[in-house]
């Protein structure tokens, strides 16, 4: 089976650190995602992230803070990766570029996948509109 990848791009007029440092941490989720409810869940790792999903938990799984600005990610359920993420912040002058690349999972149809870039582009312009208005 041949996944499909799809990039996203959006700009967003704030420096790249202060970008980073909202997008870093969890606890902003739900000021810019549907992950209203999340919570750490340090039983599952240091990284890891929880909120209530349509069919029940789902797992966020983060990677390390970093000095590149990369913000990669992995939501689970049922121990089933359903959803990877590939994000990068990129300096562009007095703003920031954020690229989010997601690869479909063999379990997702492509109907489901279009759908994932449909909310996830949703999601990524609330976040300009957010962090814009500081």
Same mark, same amino acid.
């Given at each position: 089976m041949v996944l499909k990848a799809q990039t996203l791009t959006v700009h967003i007029a704030r420096?790249?650190?202060?970008?980073?440092?909202f997008l870093v941490n969890?606890?902003?989720?739900?000021?810019?995602?549907?992950?209203?409810?999340g919570?750490?869940?340090?039983?599952?790792?240091? @990284?890891?992230?929880?909120?209530a999903g349509p069919e029940g938990r789902v797992l966020l799984h983060f990677t390390r803070p970093n000095p590149f600005f990369v913000l990669d990610?992995? @939501?689970?359920?049922?121990?089933l990766i359903t959803h990877a993420g590939y994000a990068r912040l990129i300096p562009a002058g007095d703003g920031t570029v954020l690229t989010h690349t997601a690869v479909q999972q063999p379990e997702v149809s492509n109907a489901q996948f279009a759908?994932?870039?449909?909310?996830?582009?949703?999601?990524?312009l609330v976040l300009k509109t957010l962090m814009e208005a500081k």
């Open positions: 420096p790249i650190a202060e970008v980073y440092e969890p606890a902003n989720l739900g000021r810019w995602t549907f992950a209203r409810d919570r750490h869940e340090p039983a599952a790792g240091l @990284l890891v992230w929880s909120f990610y992995k @939501l689970s359920q049922n121990d759908s994932e870039a449909e909310w996830v582009m949703a999601d990524l």
